[in-house]
């Protein structure tokens, strides 16, 4: 199972929006409503941030949302904050498994 | 609260076995999986497999069959990851990570294990 494909980095103003792409194939974003997104701060722990292709967790906050189209999934930040640079990755269900983009280095101008 | 309570760090020699263990607390450990992730230094994030803590079956992803195995002690709710044989390329941060309140998505996580392989 090959690696969901991210850009290796973004960068973004404060208080602008972004937008970190995810694409995989037909056998898994394309097939399956279950996508993830992760935010890892340097050597802490991932945090899921959106669920299913667009739910997010109890306490994330609403500036962050998802979307999928077709093979690629989206993560857009609005609202740019300084504690939002992180490392992000997407993740898809792929039948009996699970995939994992190679991330997104994230940073805030 | 949950909680997902790993090992900690261990440095071993090539050739050497290891076993990571985590511990779940807050649920009950058997009414959901629980996936492995492996981080190696300065890369990304990496789905190793999980075991069904219903029925104890473990199900690995490609390239980690035969050294790895999950297992799991469901008598003190503790999920076990065992490497055997092991390479200075198995030097890594391994994860443990439940859905327990989403359904497809790892919302909880252990705080993960620094497996370092050196002679």
């Known amino acids: 199972q090959s690696a969901l494909t991210q850009p290796a980095s973004l960068s973004g103003s404060l208080g602008q929006w972004i937008t970190i792409s995810c694409t995989g194939t037909s056998s898994d974003i394309g097939s399956y409503k279950y996508v993830s997104w992760y935010q890892q701060d340097p050597g802490k722990v991932p945090k899921l941030m959106i669920y299913e292709v667009s739910n997010r967790p109890s306490g994330v906050s609403n500036r962050f949302s998802g979307s999928k189209s077709g093979n690629t999934a989206s993560l857009t930040i609005s609202g740019l904050q300084a504690e939002d640079e992180a490392h992000y990755y997407c993740s898809s269900f792929a039948g009996r498994s699970w995939v994992f983009g190679g991330g997104t280095k994230l940073t805030v101008l | 609260q949950v909680q997902l309570m790993q090992s900690g760090s261990e440095l071993k020699k090539p050739g050497a076995s290891v076993r990571v263990s985590c511990k779940a607390s807050?649920?009950?450990?058997?009414?959901?999986?629980l996936n492995w992730v492996r981080q190696a230094p300065g890369q990304g994030l990496e789905w190793m497999g999980w075991i069904d803590t219903n029925s104890g079956n473990p199900d690995y992803a490609p390239g980690f069959t035969g050294r790895f195995v999950f297992s799991l002690d469901t008598s003190v709710s503790t999920a076990y990851l065992q490497i055997s044989s092991l390479k200075a390329e198995d030097t890594a941060v391994y994860y443990c990570?439940?859905?327990?309140?989403?359904?497809?998505?790892?919302?909880?996580w252990g705080q993960g294990t620094l497996v370092t392989v050196s002679s």
């Open positions: 990570a439940a859905t327990v309140t989403t359904d497809w998505g790892f919302d909880y």
């Open positions: 807050g649920y009950t450990i058997t009414n959901h999986g």
